[in-house]
């Protein structure tokens, strides 16, 4: 890829992200008014189920989303993500009652968590193998060992034997 389309494949998989979250958050600001609509008498009893669908969905799936990557492509997985947010959202629109409205918000949810973790892969695939192995790991990935690093430290210290991870958690590395 050029740097040109690179920059856009960045950006749109930005704002694939974005779209996912910010649907998140909407109807969680807009919720009273679907409430009222839809089921004014006792809408306000599933108004929980109605914000956790969404989350349900998304974090149901992430792994099934992994595994699809590994077998079917990054692309495909990625591309029937879109979709299935897509689908979800024009059913979200079209739900005529609270129980089709958090059945589809499932739905939606479904397809956000493909959009927000397999956008992940997608992104560094852009870039193509030989750009990804001069650039290294990416930055997430050296935080996430130097994370793991700091825990095994402070669980094999002395002062997590006699006062616990608060005390250990003050420690400092020694130099």
């Known amino acids: 890829m050029t740097d040109k389309q690179l920059g856009v494949a960045k950006l749109l998989c930005l704002l694939t992200i974005v779209v996912a979250v910010?649907?998140?958050n909407i109807v969680s600001s807009a919720i009273v008014p679907i409430v009222r609509e839809l089921d004014p008498a006792g809408g306000l009893d599933h108004v929980a189920w109605l914000v956790t669908a969404f989350a349900l969905g998304?974090?149901?799936?992430?792994?099934?989303?992994?595994?699809l990557c590994d077998a079917l492509?990054?692309?495909q997985v990625f591309l029937g993500a879109v979709g299935t947010f897509a689908l979800g959202s024009l059913l979200c629109g079209l739900a005529?009652?609270?129980g089709q409205l958090?059945?589809?918000?499932?739905?939606?949810?479904?397809?956000?968590g493909g959009l927000m973790s397999v956008t992940m892969v997608v992104r560094p695939t852009c870039a193509g193998p030989a750009t990804r192995a001069a650039r290294g790991p990416p930055p997430g990935s050296s935080r996430a060992s130097a994370s793991r690093s700091a825990r095994c430290w402070?669980?094999?210290?002395?002062?997590?034997?006699?006062?616990?991870?608060?005390s250990s958690s003050t420690c400092r590395s020694p130099h």
Do not use: E, H, N
Not at 58 to 65: H, I, K, Q
Not at 154 to 166: I, L, Y
């Open 22 to 24: 910010l649907d998140q």
């Open 58 to 67: 998304a974090t149901s799936v992430l792994p099934l989303y992994g595994r």
């Open 73 to 75: 492509g990054a692309k």
């Open 96 to 98: 005529q009652s609270m």
């Open 102 to 112: 958090i059945a589809f918000r499932a739905v939606q949810g479904i397809g956000a």
């Open 154 to 166: 402070a669980a094999c210290s002395p002062t997590t034997a006699t006062g616990g991870w608060p």
